[in-house]
């Protein structure tokens, strides 16, 4: 059984920085492909950042440039720095896992139903 675990959202000022990060468990962490997404009031869920096993990193457009997806080994960890937040970046934040290469190319990484697990999410609050 795969587990995920979201922390490090909260209330933030507009052009301030943020790391989120998210604690996998359950399973070896070496074949987690992890994937940011973010969904806010009355908004389809959205994708944010994905980082693959192989280390090979994705980015929406409206995060290029913002954002940097990381993982940590060690700790079973992937972090989501965010800069230059925007009201607009105002969301519930999940990260989500499959395992290994159940599909190929990019898209296989930015849409939501590829990722069989998910966490709880955790709140992000960008105010101006």
């Known amino acids: 059984q795969v587990q995920l675990g979201e922390s490090g959202g909260g209330p933030m000022q507009a052009g301030g920085s943020l790391r989120l990060s998210c604690a996998a468990s359950?399973?070896?962490?070496?074949?987690?492909?992890i994937g940011w997404f973010r969904q806010a009031p009355g908004r389809a869920r959205e994708f944010v950042a994905a980082?693959?096993?192989?280390?090979?990193?994705y980015y929406d457009d409206s995060m290029k440039g913002r954002s940097t997806i990381s993982r940590d080994s060690a700790k079973s960890t992937v972090y989501l720095q965010m800069s230059s937040l925007e009201p607009e970046d105002t969301a519930v934040y999940f990260c989500?896992?499959?395992?290994?290469?159940?599909?190929?190319?990019?898209?296989?990484?930015?849409?939501?139903?590829?990722?069989?697990?998910w966490g709880q999410g955790t709140q992000v609050t960008v105010s101006s």
């Open positions: 359950g399973r070896t962490f070496s074949g987690f492909n």
């Open positions: 980082i693959s096993w192989r280390g090979r990193t």
């Open positions: 989500a896992a499959f395992l290994w290469d159940p599909c190929a190319g990019s898209g296989c990484y930015t849409t939501p139903t590829n990722y069989p697990y």
